[in-house]
């Protein structure tokens, strides 16, 4: 079993200093709009990738008008108890601490404390550019392979690097050819590493988020989901040399693994164009719950499960087929936000397992 067992925050967001337990694994937090649940359940996603799950900066998260925040988690992995901290100090350094160690790098963390977050914000991954897609898929594999977030880290920094050189070189009408071959293959090399990790993993994965699509929407709607990537048809090497010219004009990297996408239609047709909300609700679910079997599949042991607002988001069918799944089938302990106490009580009543109810 994974679980958070307590949670205290102090100057975080709306919380001056507050404590939470989580005994059981059915956690119900109610309130109304503005009341904090989003951040309670940001808190514990903080804990788990060092990290907020809103793309802020940290200083963001400090309660205003005070300096610094400071989150406290226990968490039970396979029977042992395990404690997190992540702390903000006042000159908007981050800490992190695990078991009283901390991190020389917060990269080390990841994967360690899986979790899965549903929120309204992430239906994004369907509606908006390929940022987010690529966003979801190394969130994933980052906590799957932990070689691929390395890669991934050297990856963005050595594309800073190119774009900085590519800047230099414009301003000057000069560049340093060697030192453009260093870069094109330290580049190459990471980003046909990120490429074949991708692809193979996509290979996999893709079939079990229409499969999930399928039992969530119950019916089959002739969705087709394919990774995209420039590599797909040229080599990177063929790619960095025929954009050159492009690149330097443009002062930026045109080609490689950072423009990767998926592709998502229905009947031929680009989904987002045509999808109504209830089927790019169950697309996003289908999504989450296949990274979430996914993670457990691999890890072992459930990932903790964090479902923000999701009353609002499906029919009263397919919620009660969901909350089956998530509070009974997945074997893991699932935060669930509503503003409706009674909506959360009697849910779980039908589901007859114990549960912690939380009014903020
Ligand atoms: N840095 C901060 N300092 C103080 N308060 C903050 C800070 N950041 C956010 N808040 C407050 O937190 C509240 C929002 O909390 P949250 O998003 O968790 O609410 P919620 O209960 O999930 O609401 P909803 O039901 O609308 O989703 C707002 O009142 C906001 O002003």
């Given at each position: 079993?994974?679980?958070?067992r307590?949670?205290?925050l ?6 001056r ?22 951040n ?16 802020r900066?940290?200083?963001q ?17 396979n ?8 702390i ?5 350094r981050?800490?992190?601490?695990a ?23 992430d ?7 390929s940022?987010e897609?690529r ?8 906590q ?5 977030l390395?890669?991934?880290?050297a ?15 414009a301003?000057?009408?000069?560049y ?13 090399e990471?980003g046909?590493?990120?490429?074949e ?7 996999e994965f893709?079939p079990?988020v229409?499969?999930?699509?399928i ?23 063929e790619?960095l ?10 002062q ?11 592709v998502?239609?229905?009947k ?6 045509i ?15 296949a ?9 072992g042991f ?7 607002d ?9 919620m009660e ?9 997945s074997?893991?302990?699932?935060f669930?936000?509503d ?22």
């Amino acid at each position: 079993m994974f679980a958070c067992r307590h949670i205290a925050l102090t100057q975080f967001r709306n919380y001056r200093f507050e404590s939470f337990n989580f005994n059981e694994n059915i956690i119900g937090i109610y309130g109304q709009n503005g009341s904090g649940k989003t951040n309670l359940l940001d808190a514990i996603y903080y804990l788990c990738f060092t990290k907020s799950s809103f793309n802020r900066p940290d200083a963001q998260s400090v309660k205003d008008g005070f300096a610094g925040f400071r989150i406290d988690g226990r968490f039970e992995k396979n029977k042992e108890e395990h404690k997190l901290v992540c702390i903000l100090r006042e000159n908007n350094r981050k800490e992190f601490l695990a078991d009283e160690e901390s991190y020389t790098r917060f990269s080390e963390h990841i994967g360690k404390y899986p979790c899965v977050m549903i929120a309204p914000d992430d239906v994004s991954l369907i509606t908006e550019g390929s940022e987010e897609r690529r966003k979801f898929i190394d969130t994933l594999l980052s906590q799957l392979q932990h070689d691929y977030l390395e890669q991934l880290i050297a990856y963005n920094k050595i594309l800073q690097q190119r774009n900085s050189f590519l800047k230099f070189a414009a301003e000057r009408n000069n560049y340093d050819e060697q030192l453009l071959e260093i870069l094109n293959s330290q580049l190459l090399e990471k980003g046909n590493f990120i490429y074949e990790r991708r692809q193979q993993f996509l290979n996999e994965f893709l079939p079990q988020v229409l499969a999930q699509y399928i039992s969530i929407a119950d019916k089959d709607d002739k969705l087709s989901l394919e990774y995209e990537s420039q590599l797909n048809n040229n080599t990177f090497e063929e790619l960095l040399q025929q954009n050159l010219q492009r690149d330097l004009y443009l002062q930026r990297t045109g080609t490689g693994i950072h423009k990767d996408d998926m592709v998502i239609e229905l009947k031929q047709t680009t989904f987002k164009n045509i999808a109504s909300q209830g089927q790019r609700k169950s697309l996003l679910f289908a999504f989450k719950l296949a990274a979430f079997e996914t993670l457990k599949t691999i890890k072992g042991f459930a990932p903790i499960l964090l479902l923000d607002d999701v009353f609002e988001k499906l029919d009263e069918k397919r919620m009660e087929n969901l909350l089956q799944y998530v509070c009974v089938q997945s074997g893991a302990q699932v935060f669930i936000t509503d503003t409706h106490k009674d909506r959360l009580q009697q849910s779980f009543i039908k589901i007859g397992k114990g549960y912690n109810l939380i009014g903020l």
